[in-house]
């Protein structure tokens, strides 16, 4: 019996890899109720065992307090060009709204980090739990993997299957789209060859019971 816990999208840009990953979890003679069963009370004993954030005490933001302004000259209607001492006055102010506007941002930006890291902090308790758990019932936890490669052109260049970390399965292309035809890695046997953007061999290996081999 195979039950999918996880199932993560693709990761990366359009010419990296694309990987697919699926977590399940099996466990002879039980079927699907079977464990949808034991996983509500899993995640019933994870959410005693994770506990809450940690949260940090939340900032002091600094604030800008600008001089007393002569407002004098505005209500007289004597406006005159500024003197070089109020002109400097001026940058300093500015300079010092930035440096305070900055600082504002900085500590915003570490206390949301802060903040996220406390989060996952319980989430990884809670995950760690949850699996602690099945696994303390019977059930085995079972990691599948599909990782899809492309050359630098956007061809696709391979198609990868990993169980529990073991290749298992291998399909591979060429540069000009024509599949290989000595990758041939099935049940985690067989040979895997990949090629540069020319089209020539670059690597050759073999696998046996999905672990590399060196010959």
């Known amino acids: 019996m195979s039950c999918t816990l996880l199932l993560a999208g693709c990761q990366g840009s359009k010419y990296s890899p694309k990987v697919e990953t699926t977590i399940s979890w099996n466990k002879e003679g039980f079927g699907e109720q079977d464990y949808f069963k034991d996983l509500v009370e899993a995640e019933k004993h994870a959410a005693e065992v994770a506990g809450a954030p940690n949260y940090p005490p939340r ?27 109020e002109r400097e006055l001026d940058v300093r102010e500015s300079n010092e709204r930035s440096r305070i506007s900055r600082k504002r941002d ?15 902090m319980v989430e990884e308790r809670r995950t760690r739990a949850i699996e602690s758990f099945l696994g303390s019932l019977g059930w085995i936890k079972m990691v599948e993997i599909v990782e899809t490669s492309f050359y630098e052109s956007g061809q696709r260049a391979s198609v990868k299957n990993y169980k529990d970390g073991k290749l298992m399965f291998v399909v591979s292309w060429k540069p000009d789209g024509e ?28 696998f046996k019971d999905g672990v590399e081999v060196y010959e």
């Open 179 to 206: 599949r290989c035809p000595e990758t041939n890695v099935k049940d985690g046997n067989g040979v895997v060859v990949s090629y540069d953007k020319e089209g020539t061999e670059r690597h050759r290996l073999s």
């Open 59 to 85: 900032p002091i933001l600094p604030e800008y307090i600008a001089p007393p302004v002569n407002l004098l000259p505005f209500l007289l209607d004597k406006t005159e060009e500024k003197s070089e001492e």
């Open 106 to 120: 900085q500590m915003v930006e570490d206390y949301n980090r802060q903040v996220a890291h406390a989060i996952q």
